[in-house]
Protein backbone atom coordinates (compact mmCIF):
# COMPACT_ATOMS: atom_id res chain seq x y z
CA UNK A 1 0.00 0.00 0.00
CA UNK A 2 2.55 2.27 0.97
CA UNK A 3 4.55 1.41 -2.50
CA UNK A 4 1.41 2.54 -4.12
CA UNK A 5 1.42 5.76 -2.71
CA UNK A 6 4.47 6.21 -3.16
CA UNK A 7 4.35 5.25 -7.32
CA UNK A 8 1.33 7.97 -7.16
CA UNK A 9 2.79 10.77 -5.36
CA UNK A 10 5.97 10.56 -7.39
CA UNK A 11 3.21 10.83 -10.76
CA UNK A 12 1.35 13.53 -9.60
CA UNK A 13 4.75 15.67 -8.79
CA UNK A 14 5.75 15.06 -12.18
CA UNK A 15 2.56 16.03 -13.69
CA UNK A 16 2.76 19.11 -11.57
CA UNK A 17 6.19 19.70 -12.67
CA UNK A 18 5.01 19.56 -15.98
CA UNK A 19 1.91 21.82 -15.91
CA UNK A 20 4.35 24.37 -13.82
CA UNK A 21 7.34 24.59 -16.91
CA UNK A 22 4.15 24.76 -19.55
CA UNK A 23 2.72 28.04 -17.53
CA UNK A 24 6.11 29.15 -17.17
CA UNK A 25 6.73 29.12 -21.19
CA UNK A 26 2.93 30.51 -21.39
CA UNK A 27 4.40 33.74 -19.08
CA UNK A 28 7.18 34.29 -20.99
CA UNK A 29 5.46 34.37 -24.17
CA UNK A 30 3.16 36.50 -23.40
CA UNK A 31 5.66 38.95 -21.96
CA UNK A 32 8.09 38.75 -24.51
CA UNK A 33 5.04 39.95 -26.89
CA UNK A 34 4.31 42.68 -24.88
CA UNK A 35 7.68 43.63 -24.86
CA UNK A 36 7.71 43.20 -28.61
CA UNK A 37 4.32 45.39 -29.24
CA UNK A 38 5.80 47.97 -26.77
CA UNK A 39 9.68 48.69 -27.73
CA UNK A 40 9.63 47.32 -31.49
CA UNK A 41 6.44 49.37 -32.24
CA UNK A 42 4.03 48.49 -34.39
CA UNK A 43 4.22 44.40 -34.85
CA UNK A 44 0.40 43.99 -32.88
CA UNK A 45 -0.71 47.33 -34.42
CA UNK A 46 -1.98 49.15 -37.00
CA UNK A 47 0.48 52.11 -38.54
CA UNK A 48 -0.84 55.20 -37.24
CA UNK A 49 -1.35 57.21 -41.06
CA UNK A 50 -3.26 53.86 -42.02
CA UNK A 51 -6.68 55.63 -43.45
CA UNK A 52 -9.27 52.59 -43.50
CA UNK A 53 -10.61 52.38 -47.17
CA UNK A 54 -14.46 53.51 -47.02
CA UNK A 55 -16.77 50.82 -47.03
CA UNK A 56 -18.77 49.64 -49.99
CA UNK A 57 -21.97 48.08 -50.26
CA UNK A 58 -23.96 46.42 -53.11
CA UNK A 59 -26.31 42.76 -53.40
CA UNK A 60 -23.17 40.77 -51.51
CA UNK A 61 -22.79 43.16 -48.84
CA UNK A 62 -26.27 43.86 -48.39
CA UNK A 63 -27.40 40.42 -48.18
CA UNK A 64 -24.43 39.52 -45.87
CA UNK A 65 -25.30 42.33 -42.83
CA UNK A 66 -28.76 41.72 -43.65
CA UNK A 67 -29.44 45.48 -44.70
CA UNK A 68 -31.79 46.97 -47.31
CA UNK A 69 -30.09 50.26 -48.09
CA UNK A 70 -33.63 51.33 -49.08
CA UNK A 71 -35.31 50.98 -46.13
CA UNK A 72 -35.12 53.25 -43.79
CA UNK A 73 -36.02 56.82 -42.56
CA UNK A 74 -34.63 60.24 -42.93
CA UNK A 75 -33.20 61.78 -39.95
CA UNK A 76 -32.15 65.32 -39.16
CA UNK A 77 -28.50 65.96 -39.65
CA UNK A 78 -26.92 69.31 -39.03
CA UNK A 79 -23.90 68.35 -40.72
CA UNK A 80 -25.06 66.38 -43.77
CA UNK A 81 -24.91 68.91 -46.87
CA UNK A 82 -21.80 68.03 -48.55
CA UNK A 83 -21.33 70.96 -50.69
CA UNK A 84 -23.31 74.90 -50.80
CA UNK A 85 -25.31 75.53 -53.39
CA UNK A 86 -23.20 79.43 -54.31
CA UNK A 87 -20.02 77.14 -54.26
CA UNK A 88 -20.83 74.45 -56.98
CA UNK A 89 -19.96 76.28 -60.32
CA UNK A 90 -22.13 74.19 -62.50
CA UNK A 91 -25.57 74.92 -60.37
CA UNK A 92 -28.54 74.70 -62.42
CA UNK A 93 -30.93 78.06 -62.47
CA UNK A 94 -33.69 74.97 -62.52
CA UNK A 95 -32.48 73.53 -58.98
CA UNK A 96 -30.74 76.86 -57.24
CA UNK A 97 -33.65 77.46 -54.36
CA UNK A 98 -32.02 79.61 -52.50
CA UNK A 99 -30.66 81.66 -54.61
CA UNK A 100 -34.53 82.49 -56.11
CA UNK A 101 -35.49 83.03 -52.49
CA UNK A 102 -36.17 79.84 -50.84
CA UNK A 103 -35.19 81.06 -46.92
CA UNK A 104 -35.59 77.75 -45.00
CA UNK A 105 -32.92 75.59 -46.03
CA UNK A 106 -33.77 72.50 -43.45
CA UNK A 107 -34.37 70.41 -46.55
CA UNK A 108 -30.92 70.29 -46.82
CA UNK A 109 -29.98 68.43 -43.72
CA UNK A 110 -31.83 65.27 -43.85
CA UNK A 111 -29.59 62.13 -44.13
CA UNK A 112 -31.18 58.92 -45.15
CA UNK A 113 -30.37 56.15 -42.64
CA UNK A 114 -31.07 52.32 -43.85
CA UNK A 115 -32.52 50.91 -41.19
CA UNK A 116 -29.89 47.87 -40.45
CA UNK A 117 -26.55 49.47 -40.88
CA UNK A 118 -25.51 53.01 -42.18
CA UNK A 119 -25.25 54.48 -45.60
CA UNK A 120 -21.62 54.64 -46.79
CA UNK A 121 -21.02 58.43 -46.87
CA UNK A 122 -19.67 59.79 -50.23
CA UNK A 123 -15.63 60.60 -51.11
CA UNK A 124 -15.45 62.09 -53.75
CA UNK A 125 -11.83 61.49 -53.57
CA UNK A 126 -12.50 58.15 -53.77
CA UNK A 127 -14.77 58.36 -56.18
CA UNK A 128 -13.11 60.31 -58.99
CA UNK A 129 -10.25 57.71 -58.88
CA UNK A 130 -12.34 54.93 -59.50
CA UNK A 131 -13.47 57.27 -62.82
CA UNK A 132 -9.91 57.40 -63.32
CA UNK A 133 -10.01 56.82 -67.42
CA UNK A 134 -13.54 55.82 -67.28
CA UNK A 135 -16.82 57.68 -68.34
CA UNK A 136 -19.93 57.44 -66.20
CA UNK A 137 -23.22 58.44 -68.39
CA UNK A 138 -26.44 59.29 -66.83
CA UNK A 139 -29.10 58.76 -69.86
CA UNK A 140 -32.48 59.94 -69.42
CA UNK A 141 -34.60 62.70 -68.64
CA UNK A 142 -34.42 65.63 -66.20
CA UNK A 143 -34.98 64.16 -63.15
CA UNK A 144 -31.56 62.35 -64.43
CA UNK A 145 -30.29 66.03 -65.17
CA UNK A 146 -31.25 66.50 -61.64
CA UNK A 147 -29.06 64.08 -60.55
CA UNK A 148 -26.20 64.71 -63.05
CA UNK A 149 -25.77 68.24 -61.47
CA UNK A 150 -26.39 66.79 -58.03
CA UNK A 151 -23.00 64.70 -59.35
CA UNK A 152 -21.30 67.33 -60.71
CA UNK A 153 -21.53 69.83 -57.52
CA UNK A 154 -20.47 66.91 -55.43
CA UNK A 155 -16.98 66.58 -56.76
CA UNK A 156 -16.53 69.84 -58.04
CA UNK A 157 -14.57 71.09 -55.00
CA UNK A 158 -12.47 68.41 -55.45
CA UNK A 159 -10.90 68.83 -58.54
CA UNK A 160 -8.42 72.29 -59.34
CA UNK A 161 -10.18 75.26 -60.83
CA UNK A 162 -7.57 74.44 -64.10
CA UNK A 163 -8.20 70.88 -64.55
CA UNK A 164 -12.07 70.46 -65.14
CA UNK A 165 -14.22 71.54 -67.79
CA UNK A 166 -17.75 71.65 -69.26
CA UNK A 167 -18.37 71.26 -72.71
CA UNK A 168 -22.05 70.76 -74.69
CA UNK A 169 -22.66 68.77 -77.74
CA UNK A 170 -26.37 68.82 -78.61
CA UNK A 171 -28.11 66.40 -76.25
CA UNK A 172 -24.82 65.56 -74.86
CA UNK A 173 -23.30 68.11 -71.78
CA UNK A 174 -19.87 66.20 -70.35
CA UNK A 175 -18.35 67.47 -66.99
CA UNK A 176 -14.00 66.41 -67.08
CA UNK A 177 -11.60 66.07 -65.00
CA UNK A 178 -8.80 66.53 -66.59
CA UNK A 179 -6.45 65.51 -63.71
CA UNK A 180 -8.19 62.05 -63.49
CA UNK A 181 -8.74 61.60 -67.48
CA UNK A 182 -12.78 61.06 -66.01
CA UNK A 183 -16.13 61.94 -67.35
CA UNK A 184 -19.31 62.50 -66.08
CA UNK A 185 -21.82 63.08 -69.08
CA UNK A 186 -25.64 64.10 -69.07
CA UNK A 187 -27.42 62.75 -72.25
CA UNK A 188 -30.58 63.53 -73.16
CA UNK A 189 -33.36 60.94 -74.09
CA UNK A 190 -36.68 61.36 -72.32
CA UNK A 191 -38.38 58.06 -73.65
CA UNK A 192 -34.62 56.33 -74.11
CA UNK A 193 -36.11 55.45 -77.71
CA UNK A 194 -36.50 58.25 -80.60
CA UNK A 195 -39.30 60.52 -80.11
CA UNK A 196 -40.44 64.00 -81.05
CA UNK A 197 -39.06 65.57 -77.60
CA UNK A 198 -35.60 64.53 -78.35
CA UNK A 199 -34.29 68.10 -78.71
CA UNK A 200 -32.67 69.26 -75.84
CA UNK A 201 -34.30 72.79 -75.55
CA UNK A 202 -37.19 72.44 -77.64
CA UNK A 203 -38.87 69.49 -76.54
CA UNK A 204 -42.38 70.98 -75.30
CA UNK A 205 -44.53 69.31 -77.12
CA UNK A 206 -48.38 68.89 -76.67
CA UNK A 207 -48.24 65.43 -78.75
CA UNK A 208 -45.59 63.17 -77.98
CA UNK A 209 -44.67 60.18 -80.97
CA UNK A 210 -41.66 57.63 -79.91
CA UNK A 211 -40.12 55.46 -82.47
CA UNK A 212 -40.73 52.39 -79.94
CA UNK A 213 -38.02 49.90 -82.24
CA UNK A 214 -35.15 53.37 -82.49
CA UNK A 215 -32.51 53.64 -80.16
CA UNK A 216 -29.51 54.03 -82.18
CA UNK A 217 -29.50 57.59 -83.01
CA UNK A 218 -29.17 58.27 -79.32
CA UNK A 219 -27.58 55.25 -78.00
CA UNK A 220 -24.12 55.99 -80.55
CA UNK A 221 -23.37 58.60 -77.90
CA UNK A 222 -23.41 56.04 -75.01
CA UNK A 223 -21.72 52.89 -76.40
CA UNK A 224 -18.52 52.71 -75.01
CA UNK A 225 -19.27 54.35 -71.48
CA UNK A 226 -17.91 52.12 -68.39
CA UNK A 227 -21.19 53.14 -66.46
CA UNK A 228 -24.77 54.11 -67.60
CA UNK A 229 -27.17 55.13 -65.18
CA UNK A 230 -30.63 55.37 -67.02
CA UNK A 231 -33.86 56.99 -65.75
CA UNK A 232 -37.86 56.99 -67.89
CA UNK A 233 -40.92 57.92 -66.31
CA UNK A 234 -41.59 60.93 -66.16
CA UNK A 235 -42.57 61.95 -70.22
CA UNK A 236 -44.45 58.76 -70.08
CA UNK A 237 -47.17 60.10 -67.98
CA UNK A 238 -50.20 60.21 -70.20
CA UNK A 239 -53.23 58.18 -70.96
CA UNK A 240 -51.86 56.88 -74.36
CA UNK A 241 -48.85 57.27 -76.72
CA UNK A 242 -48.68 57.79 -80.38
CA UNK A 243 -46.40 55.04 -81.37
CA UNK A 244 -44.64 55.41 -84.75
CA UNK A 245 -42.74 53.10 -87.63
CA UNK A 246 -40.64 55.24 -89.82
CA UNK A 247 -38.51 58.24 -89.92
CA UNK A 248 -39.27 61.63 -88.80
CA UNK A 249 -36.93 63.06 -91.68
CA UNK A 250 -39.49 61.27 -93.85
CA UNK A 251 -43.18 62.07 -92.51
CA UNK A 252 -44.62 60.49 -95.28
CA UNK A 253 -43.66 57.36 -94.87
CA UNK A 254 -44.64 57.17 -91.08
CA UNK A 255 -47.01 54.90 -89.64
CA UNK A 256 -48.44 55.62 -86.63
CA UNK A 257 -50.86 54.44 -83.83
CA UNK A 258 -51.88 55.15 -80.74
CA UNK A 259 -50.77 52.84 -78.22
CA UNK A 260 -51.83 52.62 -74.32
CA UNK A 261 -49.05 53.85 -72.22
CA UNK A 262 -48.11 50.88 -70.46
CA UNK A 263 -47.88 48.98 -73.58
CA UNK A 264 -45.30 51.57 -75.60
CA UNK A 265 -43.47 51.76 -72.39
CA UNK A 266 -43.29 48.08 -72.76
CA UNK A 267 -42.48 47.79 -75.95
CA UNK A 268 -39.47 51.10 -76.03
CA UNK A 269 -38.00 49.03 -72.88
CA UNK A 270 -37.54 46.01 -75.16
CA UNK A 271 -35.76 47.95 -77.53
CA UNK A 272 -33.65 49.31 -74.79
CA UNK A 273 -32.94 46.04 -73.43
CA UNK A 274 -32.45 44.32 -77.04
CA UNK A 275 -29.73 47.12 -77.71
CA UNK A 276 -27.82 46.42 -74.36
CA UNK A 277 -27.73 42.89 -74.94
CA UNK A 278 -26.22 43.00 -78.45
CA UNK A 279 -23.86 45.95 -77.94
CA UNK A 280 -22.41 46.79 -74.14
CA UNK A 281 -19.41 45.34 -73.18
CA UNK A 282 -19.90 42.54 -70.19
CA UNK A 283 -16.73 42.65 -69.08
CA UNK A 284 -16.50 46.19 -68.91
CA UNK A 285 -19.42 48.18 -68.51
CA UNK A 286 -21.48 48.63 -65.43
CA UNK A 287 -25.68 49.19 -65.54
CA UNK A 288 -28.05 51.27 -63.35
CA UNK A 289 -31.48 52.09 -63.83
CA UNK A 290 -32.96 54.78 -61.52
CA UNK A 291 -36.62 53.79 -60.19
CA UNK A 292 -39.17 56.47 -60.33
CA UNK A 293 -38.76 59.94 -58.36
CA UNK A 294 -42.30 60.37 -56.85
CA UNK A 295 -44.07 63.70 -57.64
CA UNK A 296 -45.73 66.02 -54.78
CA UNK A 297 -48.75 67.45 -56.03
CA UNK A 298 -51.95 66.37 -54.09
CA UNK A 299 -51.26 67.62 -50.28
CA UNK A 300 -54.43 65.73 -49.18
CA UNK A 301 -52.82 62.44 -49.48
CA UNK A 302 -49.98 63.05 -46.66
CA UNK A 303 -53.16 64.83 -44.22
CA UNK A 304 -52.57 68.40 -45.91
CA UNK A 305 -55.59 70.36 -47.70
CA UNK A 306 -57.20 69.74 -50.66
CA UNK A 307 -55.58 71.79 -53.76
CA UNK A 308 -52.49 72.17 -51.63
CA UNK A 309 -48.90 70.77 -53.11
CA UNK A 310 -45.46 71.03 -52.50
CA UNK A 311 -45.43 74.93 -52.04
CA UNK A 312 -44.78 76.10 -48.32
CA UNK A 313 -43.70 72.47 -46.98
CA UNK A 314 -40.40 72.64 -45.04
CA UNK A 315 -40.03 68.56 -43.49
CA UNK A 316 -40.92 65.46 -44.83
CA UNK A 317 -43.41 62.58 -44.51
CA UNK A 318 -42.90 60.48 -41.64
CA UNK A 319 -45.35 57.72 -41.79
CA UNK A 320 -43.11 55.14 -42.87
CA UNK A 321 -44.35 53.16 -46.24
CA UNK A 322 -46.43 56.23 -47.26
CA UNK A 323 -47.14 56.42 -51.14
CA UNK A 324 -48.95 58.84 -53.39
CA UNK A 325 -50.39 59.01 -56.96
CA UNK A 326 -46.77 60.84 -57.88
CA UNK A 327 -45.54 57.13 -58.30
CA UNK A 328 -46.42 54.34 -60.58
CA UNK A 329 -45.69 50.99 -59.36
CA UNK A 330 -46.85 49.41 -63.04
CA UNK A 331 -44.43 51.33 -64.51
CA UNK A 332 -41.71 50.03 -62.37
CA UNK A 333 -42.89 46.74 -62.73
CA UNK A 334 -42.08 46.78 -66.15
CA UNK A 335 -38.87 47.95 -65.59
CA UNK A 336 -37.97 44.67 -63.32
CA UNK A 337 -39.60 42.50 -65.87
CA UNK A 338 -37.30 44.15 -68.86
CA UNK A 339 -34.27 44.06 -66.28
CA UNK A 340 -35.09 40.24 -65.27
CA UNK A 341 -35.19 39.52 -68.77
CA UNK A 342 -31.66 40.86 -69.43
CA UNK A 343 -30.19 38.80 -66.45
CA UNK A 344 -31.62 35.56 -67.77
CA UNK A 345 -29.47 36.84 -70.92
CA UNK A 346 -26.56 36.94 -68.47
CA UNK A 347 -26.42 40.75 -68.09
CA UNK A 348 -26.93 42.30 -64.59
CA UNK A 349 -28.89 45.80 -64.71
CA UNK A 350 -29.21 47.11 -61.06
CA UNK A 351 -32.61 48.75 -60.57
CA UNK A 352 -31.30 51.69 -57.57
CA UNK A 353 -34.88 52.07 -56.00
CA UNK A 354 -35.42 55.40 -54.67
CA UNK A 355 -39.02 55.55 -54.67
CA UNK A 356 -39.83 54.58 -51.44
CA UNK A 357 -37.22 57.09 -49.72
CA UNK A 358 -38.20 60.31 -52.26
CA UNK A 359 -41.58 59.47 -51.54
CA UNK A 360 -41.15 61.00 -47.97
CA UNK A 361 -39.12 64.23 -49.09
CA UNK A 362 -42.27 66.58 -50.00
CA UNK A 363 -40.09 69.58 -48.50
CA UNK A 364 -37.55 68.77 -50.81
CA UNK A 365 -39.15 70.64 -54.13
CA UNK A 366 -37.84 73.82 -55.92
CA UNK A 367 -41.61 74.78 -55.37
CA UNK A 368 -41.58 78.53 -56.43
CA UNK A 369 -38.22 78.70 -56.21
CA UNK A 370 -35.94 78.48 -59.24
CA UNK A 371 -35.60 80.48 -62.44
CA UNK A 372 -39.46 80.73 -64.30
CA UNK A 373 -38.46 80.57 -68.08
CA UNK A 374 -41.83 82.18 -69.30
CA UNK A 375 -43.05 85.17 -67.50
CA UNK A 376 -46.17 84.43 -64.59
CA UNK A 377 -49.34 85.54 -64.90
CA UNK A 378 -51.14 87.68 -62.10
CA UNK A 379 -53.44 84.88 -61.96
CA UNK A 380 -50.35 82.74 -61.31
CA UNK A 381 -48.68 85.25 -59.19
CA UNK A 382 -51.93 85.40 -56.84
CA UNK A 383 -51.98 81.52 -56.05
CA UNK A 384 -48.25 80.25 -55.81
CA UNK A 385 -49.38 76.67 -55.79
CA UNK A 386 -50.41 76.91 -59.44
CA UNK A 387 -46.72 77.11 -60.72
CA UNK A 388 -44.96 75.16 -57.77
CA UNK A 389 -42.41 72.67 -59.30
CA UNK A 390 -42.95 69.78 -57.75
CA UNK A 391 -41.39 67.74 -60.02
CA UNK A 392 -37.77 68.33 -59.65
CA UNK A 393 -35.35 68.72 -56.59
CA UNK A 394 -33.52 72.00 -54.91
CA UNK A 395 -29.44 71.23 -54.36
CA UNK A 396 -28.12 70.09 -52.22
CA UNK A 397 -30.86 67.80 -51.67
CA UNK A 398 -32.85 64.29 -52.15
CA UNK A 399 -30.70 63.73 -55.29
CA UNK A 400 -27.07 64.25 -53.48
CA UNK A 401 -28.56 60.27 -51.72
CA UNK A 402 -29.34 59.09 -54.77
CA UNK A 403 -25.75 59.48 -56.16
CA UNK A 404 -24.78 57.83 -52.27
CA UNK A 405 -26.31 54.79 -53.15
CA UNK A 406 -24.87 55.22 -56.67
CA UNK A 407 -21.61 55.56 -55.44
CA UNK A 408 -21.50 52.38 -53.33
CA UNK A 409 -22.69 50.35 -55.60
CA UNK A 410 -20.09 51.78 -58.07
CA UNK A 411 -17.04 51.54 -55.52
CA UNK A 412 -18.12 47.87 -54.76
CA UNK A 413 -18.56 46.13 -58.31
CA UNK A 414 -15.04 48.01 -59.59
CA UNK A 415 -13.62 46.48 -56.43
CA UNK A 416 -14.90 43.13 -57.37
CA UNK A 417 -14.38 43.43 -61.54
CA UNK A 418 -10.63 44.41 -60.57
CA UNK A 419 -10.13 40.94 -58.41
CA UNK A 420 -11.74 39.33 -60.87
CA UNK A 421 -9.41 40.21 -63.53
CA UNK A 422 -6.15 39.84 -60.80
CA UNK A 423 -7.43 36.42 -60.22
Not at 311 to 333: A, L, R
Request: aromatic share 12%; proline share 4%; with cysteine.
Amino acid sequence: MAKKLQVVSNSWAIRFSFQSLAGLLVVILVVGAVYLTGEGGQFLEDDGDHQAAPPHTDDDTAATSHCNLFSGKWVFDNGKSYYREKECRFMSDQLACEKFGRQDLSFQNWRWKPHSCDLPRFNATALLERLRNKRLVFVGDSLNRNQWVSMVCLVDSFIPPGLKSMHTNGSLITFMSTEHNASIEFYWAPLLVESNSDDPVRHRLADRIIRAHAIEKHARHWTHADILVFNSYLWWRAPNLMVTWGSFENPEGLISKEVEMLRSYEMALQTWSDWLEINVNRTKTQLFFMSMSPTHERGEEWGGATGQNCYNETEPIFKEGYGGSGSDPKMMHIVEMAIGGLKRRGLNVKMLNITQLTEYRKDGHPSIYRKQWEALTEEQLSNPTSYADCIHWCLPGVPDVWNELLYAYILHNIDKKEEETEI
